[in-house]
């Protein structure tokens, strides 16, 4: 049977996961330098390794409560040829789902705010909602955080 592999991460204490071929690379959470005047959902620029990465804050982004976390993880996504940084609260593990315990999600629960959404998988009789991370931010949203950079 074929498997589908993704990246488990943490916002609050909520599991979501994405498909590992969007991620480029897991980094630990490190100096960001703020942005003035730069969207809300982006915390700021993160210096890696010579690149110059925007950072998404992923909770201000889905619009949820900001609770502390101890461990900050930033997931590094690849869209075409620009790297995109994903702040999270932890992101360690990945996983392997059966394609018969992926589902499509449920109509009722996608927005056009939300299409980010791309799928639902059960693992370990969890339900965890997989995230399209080419869908969180639109080509304008890019194109503006860029334009800051």
Avoid: W
């Amino acid at each position: 049977m074929a498997e589908k592999q993704y990246i488990v991460f943490k916002l609050n204490d909520e599991k979501f996961a994405t498909n590992i071929h969007h991620i480029a690379s897991i980094t630990d959470y490190a100096s960001i330098t703020s942005l003035p005047n730069g969207p809300a959902y982006v915390d700021g620029l993160l210096n890696l390794r010579g690149d110059i990465i925007p950072v998404v804050n992923l909770k201000k982004r889905f619009k949820m409560t900001d609770t502390a976390a101890r461990d900050k993880r930033i997931l590094i996504a690849r869209k075409e040829d620009v790297l995109i940084g994903f702040l999270v609260d932890d992101a360690s593990q990945s996983m392997a789902v059966d394609e018969q315990d992926i589902l499509p999600p449920p109509k009722i629960a996608i927005k056009k705010d939300n299409a980010y959404i791309s799928e639902v998988c059960i693992h370990e009789n969890e339900l965890i909602i997989v995230i399209d991370f080419d869908k969180i931010l639109t080509d304008d949203e890019i194109s503006e955080i860029l334009e800051i950079n």
